[in-house]
């Protein structure tokens, strides 16, 4: 038995036979054509290109669908480097002048692009090299140059062990077969991380040299918890980590038991507990996990997965989709919640230093109405299918909220007058996700019809924290005290005016943040469709006086590591089958 230590990016436990790919890679030998077939080799670059790009565009849709929209942009941004003006500048003096062959020319160009971001600082930027070996190694097989490798004919359940995989690698990983993977090289930081755990695929990389060591027939564990890879396992091992599966599956499926019960504490406290979503297909899950409605209703995809603009018309049928199918059950429409940088459809802004604090969100939709009254349009047509609530994100000032209801009340009676369906009495709510919205909610708390708590920007916000800098990502905590003593201010108003309040980021998907929150205060709860049975098996396990108890104690802690400690010794006490071993 060999056990190795890597970076654990995407938590879970897999064990299976090893498939090893190639650890040499590929090398594309130098190659010149004719003079006069220089353009026909350009034109198959072309082709490559729009093979390629249609691939990416394909991930995208197909991984956002599954893991969200923010990872499903990882290859949005591998789209713009393949369609980079420079980059086919390059490609085509190479071609044209000097003869290369479009593979060569491809192989050459990207792998100097590779290592110049290798040997930069920055360790984010070094991450980005691997984005660049991919869109390379897609070309390169759209163009005949290399074979394509056997995850594409697998037949049985593998581990897949590689030097490097890339993020277009990763999404199309046959998860029916593919069980788990581990690679030599990679950070926390890379793309191919961030959708191995969108897809809930256990994973480990950076483990260093190891691969010449594994034997062909060669079983693997990958511990995506602790970042282990054991190679060859004793049996005691190999009984242990067995183990964990079955518990896991086991806990699935009492889970799934749930789904027709309320979302209550022992002592009979009704929590609404509602699905965050990005794309219509997803109310199948939110219904088959028994959600009590749809509490965030993400509008970002329709920006995002097309490289033209959404119109009117594709609005109101998306949302009129996902209206009708929740058949009654309330649905939050949350306004375009996207910055300026992007926007890939037309140029909103100059480049900004800093986007997160720059031109984004109702900031964007109230400086480009003619981006903002096609979607408002939409939802007050789909809000005659059943209970639809529209919401307007990053509210700062109470100068952008009336803006923006005022520009609603517009747009209703615009329909009015053109004769169209709609309904103009839908509820308006407003985002609380920065610092500046609590201090003066119990100003805003009188013009909106309710108000929804965005954890992940709140914290972001508060702390000063881009959560995507690996810098300082361990510095973002939801559950930092002073961002709980925002929460808490924030219910406390809206108590006080008889608003209803819930909490849509991810903070509240976690067991033992979820019992937190409802000790708060907090009695509408929306999470991720996957998170809907673990926190309703938490609800149900405790009493309001003990989710009481549980705030009152969290916010006595003067660091988030103290309440995430704590949280989790009240969870396995309270709910002790939640806890992963």
């Given at each position: 038995?060999?056990?190795?230590?890597?970076?654990?990016?995407?938590?879970?436990?897999?064990?299976?036979?090893?498939?090893?790919?190639?650890?040499?890679?590929?090398?594309?030998?130098?190659?010149?054509?004719?003079?006069?077939?220089?353009?026909?080799?350009?034109?198959?670059?072309?082709?490559?290109?729009?093979?390629?790009?249609?691939?990416?565009?394909?991930?995208?849709?197909?991984?956002?669908?599954?893991?969200?929209v923010n990872t499903g942009d990882i290859f949005a941004a591998q789209l713009?480097?393949?369609?980079?003006?420079?980059?086919?500048?390059?490609?085509?003096?190479?071609?044209?002048?000097?003869?290369?062959?479009?593979?060569?020319?491809?192989?050459?160009?990207?792998?100097?692009?590779?290592?110049?971001?290798?040997?930069?600082?920055?360790?984010?930027?070094?991450?980005?090299?691997?984005?660049?070996?991919?869109?390379?190694?897609?070309?390169?097989?759209?163009?005949?140059?290399?074979s394509r490798q056997p995850l594409s004919e697998l037949t049985e359940p593998v581990i897949v062990l590689s030097h490097v995989l890339t993020p277009s690698e990763t999404a199309s990983l046959d998860r029916r077969y593919v069980?788990?993977?581990?690679?030599?090289?990679?950070?926390?930081?890379?793309?191919?991380?961030?959708?191995?755990?969108?897809l809930e695929l256990p994973a480990v990389v950076g483990i260093g040299t190891f691969l010449?060591?594994?034997?062909?027939?060669?079983?693997?564990?990958?511990?995506?918890?602790?970042?282990?890879?054991?190679?060859?396992?004793?049996?005691?091992?190999?009984?242990?980590?067995?183990?964990?599966?079955?518990?896991?599956?086991?806990?699935?499926?009492?889970?799934?038991?749930?789904?027709?019960?309320?979302?209550?504490?022992?002592?009979?406290?009704?929590?609404?507990l509602s699905a965050n979503i990005e794309f219509p297909h997803e109310t199948e899950s939110c219904l088959e996990r028994g959600a009590d409605g749809i509490g965030l209703y993400r509008t970002e995809f329709l920006y995002l997965s097309s490289t033209e603009e959404p119109s009117e018309e594709d609005h109101y049928e998306a949302y009129s989709q996902v209206v009708r199918e929740m058949d009654g059950r309330p649905v939050v429409i949350r306004t375009l919640d996207l910055g300026a940088d992007k926007m890939g459809q037309r140029p909103l802004?100059?480049?900004?230093?800093?986007?997160?604090?720059?031109?984004?969100?109702?900031?964007?939709?109230?400086?480009?109405?003619?981006?903002?009254?096609?979607?408002?349009?939409?939802?007050?047509?789909?809000?005659?299918?059943?209970?639809?609530?529209?919401?307007?994100?990053?509210?700062?000032?109470?100068?952008e909220?009336?803006?923006?209801?005022?520009?609603?009340?517009?747009?209703?009676?615009?329909?009015?007058?053109?004769?169209?369906?709609?309904?103009?009495?839908?509820?308006?709510?407003?985002?609380?996700?920065?610092?500046?919205?609590?201090?003066?909610?119990?100003?805003?708390?009188?013009?909106?019809?309710?108000?929804?708590i965005g954890t992940n920007d709140l914290a972001q916000y508060t702390l000063a924290v881009d959560r995507s800098n690996e810098y300082v990502a361990d510095l973002y905590q939801s559950c930092d005290p002073a961002v709980l003593r925002l929460i808490a201010s924030s219910v406390k108003v809206a108590d006080a005016n008889q608003t209803p309040l819930a909490v849509c980021g991810e903070m509240s998907s976690n067991p033992g943040r979820a019992l937190l929150l409802i000790g708060l205060g907090v009695r509408n709860l929306s999470v991720p469709p996957s998170s809907l049975h673990?926190?309703?098996?938490?609800?149900?396990?405790v009493t309001l006086k003990q989710c009481i108890q549980i705030a009152e104690r969290a916010m006595t802690f003067e660091a988030a590591r103290d309440v995430d400690l704590y949280l989790q010794d009240r969870l396995s006490a309270l709910a002790p089958e939640l806890i992963v071993h």
């Open positions: 038995m060999v056990e190795l230590q890597g970076i654990p990016v995407s938590p879970g436990v897999a064990i299976g036979p090893a498939l090893v790919l190639d650890p040499d890679g590929y090398r594309i030998p130098r190659c010149l054509v004719a003079a006069e077939d220089a353009e026909g080799e350009y034109t198959r670059l072309q082709t490559a290109v729009d093979a390629v790009s249609a691939l990416l565009e394909t991930n995208r849709l197909e991984t956002s669908a599954v893991a969200g713009q480097m393949l369609h980079d003006p420079r980059l086919h500048a390059e490609l085509g003096r190479r071609i044209r002048e000097e003869r290369q062959s479009a593979a060569y020319a491809v192989s050459r160009v990207l792998h100097n692009y590779a290592a110049a971001l290798r040997r930069l600082d920055n360790p984010l930027l070094a991450d980005r090299a691997e984005d660049v070996l991919d869109i390379e190694k897609q070309l390169l097989l759209q163009l005949g140059a290399v069980r788990g993977f581990c690679t030599e090289t990679g950070g926390p930081g890379g793309h191919t991380a961030i959708v191995a755990k969108g010449e060591n594994i034997g062909a027939a060669a079983t693997v564990i990958v511990d995506g918890d602790r970042g282990r890879v054991i190679i060859d396992p004793d049996e005691e091992t190999l009984a242990h980590y067995e183990e964990r599966l079955q518990q896991r599956e086991s806990l699935a499926a009492r889970l799934a038991e749930l789904k027709d019960l309320p979302a209550e504490t022992a002592d009979k406290v009704r929590i609404q802004a100059e480049q900004e230093h800093n986007p997160f604090l720059g031109l984004r969100s109702i900031r964007l939709s109230l400086k480009n109405l003619d981006l903002f009254r096609p979607q408002l349009r939409a939802v007050l047509r789909a809000a005659v299918h059943g209970d639809v609530r529209v919401m307007f994100p990053l509210i700062t000032t109470i100068a909220l009336r803006q923006a209801r005022m520009l609603l009340n517009v747009v209703a009676e615009d329909l009015n007058e053109a004769g169209i369906p709609y309904r103009s009495d839908i509820p308006v709510g407003m985002m609380v996700e920065v610092p500046a919205a609590v201090i003066m909610l119990d100003r805003f708390v009188k013009e909106v019809d309710f108000l929804s673990r926190v309703k098996k938490a609800i149900r396990s």
